[in-house]
């Protein structure tokens, strides 16, 4: 139990500091936010408890593979922020995002690749 605790404080406490230096400055956040922070704590906490370097490599390849269908967002979003507003832009970058990840899989399986 304590183990769950420290993670969820450390890494909240990383990305708090994230935000707080993209309220400060676009470009040091966006620096940072494109840093695969929460990649690097996932695959540390799973090392420090005991995941297999097989298991620890999938989740890196399967990152790998879900990373692809997002990108398309980071392009569409500003567009889109500054026409409809914020929930809308995070409304249909999350529909994008799905759909891109959906047509990624049938993409991926075309190469014997079995994300979802």
């Known amino acids: 139990m304590f183990l769950f605790i420290a993670k969820v404080l ?3 406490f990383i990305i ?3 935000s707080e230096v993209a309220l400060k400055s676009d470009k040091y956040g966006g620096l940072i936010a494109a840093i695969p922070l929460t990649t690097f704590l996932i695959i540390f906490w799973m090392y420090f408890e005991g995941a297999s370097d097989k298991k620890i490599a999938n989740h890196i390849t399967f990152t790998l ?3 692809l269908p997002t990108l398309p967002m980071f392009l569409v ?3 889109i922020i500054q026409r ?3 929930f809308i832009s995070v409304l249909l970058s999350l529909i994008l995002t799905s759909v891109l990840i959906y047509f990624f899989n049938y993409v991926y399986e075309h190469f014997g ?3 979802l």
Do not use: D
Request: proline content about 6%; hydrophobic content about 65%.
């Open 84 to 86: 409809f507003g914020f």
């Open 65 to 67: 593979f879900f990373v």
């Open 77 to 79: 979003f500003p567009y």
């Open 113 to 115: 690749i079995k994300i």
């Open 10 to 12: 450390f890494t909240s």
């Open 16 to 18: 708090v500091i994230v």
